[in-house]
């Protein structure tokens, strides 16, 4: 199991510029949710699939910010134009389930090594 | 408006101490407190999770003590080693309609001195 795997792990671009974010979830797992750190905010949920279906990206600051499934296995993350306040490390990650006897459902969440984006 | 409150922002303690870190929600409808780990360069990591039908939970030398009422939660660390130093987030979220969204504490970046 390879995890999720992110791309690119470091981005340097002009303001201005388009910045599209590349993440394969684990296979099987099906929602995908991708996430923006920074140290003033923390981490922020920007927008989450199931099934490859958007179900809320209310957290997605603004137009300038838009996320596509497309099938199972991929997801993008696009910042388009870029703005140097959009400097942060963005982690995706999938979720997986699992029961406890007399516990009831627990699931976690499997996290990417994450994207340092940097917008000059 | 943040729904769950963590601190300290950062601590530091000698090794084979106890490390504790505290949260606290305002969520009466979260059902299920996880923490994370993160390293540097990483991402966070499950470390342990707690449902609110019990009061504690241990993993090895990580313990979650719940107290549904005063709705805060707190992780120990048992017998801190230099390895612990990580940054620490809680977490919680509900079960209903499916959405199981993890909302995520500020972090608390734990350092541990030989």
């Known amino acids: 199991d390879a995890g999720v795997i992110q791309s690119p792990r470091h981005e340097v671009t002009e303001m201005g510029q388009e910045v599209t974010l590349r993440c394969k979830p684990i296979s099987g797992h099906n929602s995908l949710f991708w996430y923006r750190q920074t140290m003033m905010r923390g981490l922020e949920l920007l927008i989450y699939f199931n099934n490859n279906v958007p179900i809320d990206d209310s957290g997605m600051p603004e137009d300038r910010f838009s996320a596509k499934m497309p099938n199972a296995s991929f997801s993008t993350l696009k910042i388009q134009p870029s703005e140097p306040r959009d400097s942060a490390v963005y982690f995706c990650?999938?979720?997986?389930?699992?029961?406890?006897?007399?516990?009831?459902?627990?699931?976690?969440?499997?996290f990417g090594s994450g994207t340092r984006l940097t917008v000059v | 408006q943040q729904q769950v409150k963590q601190s300290p922002q950062s601590l530091i303690v000698q090794k084979g101490g106890i490390s504790i870190i505290n949260c606290a929600y305002e969520n009466t409808a979260f059902d299920y407190f996880p923490w994370y780990q993160q390293f540097p360069g990483k991402g966070p990591a499950l470390l342990i999770a707690?449902?609110?039908?019990?009061s504690e939970k241990k993993e090895g030398r990580f313990t979650i003590s719940f107290n549904k009422s005063a709705k805060q939660f707190s992780l120990h660390i048992m017998d801190s080693q230099p390895g612990d130093s990580a940054t620490y987030f809680c977490?919680?979220?509900?079960?209903?309609?499916?959405?199981?969204?993890?909302?995520f504490g500020k972090g608390t970046k734990l350092s541990v001195i030989p």
């Open positions: 977490a919680a979220s509900m079960s209903g309609a499916g959405s199981y969204q993890l909302t």
């Open positions: 707690i449902r609110p039908d019990v």
């Open positions: 990650a999938s979720r997986v389930y699992w029961g406890l006897p007399g516990q009831g459902l627990y699931y976690g969440y499997t």
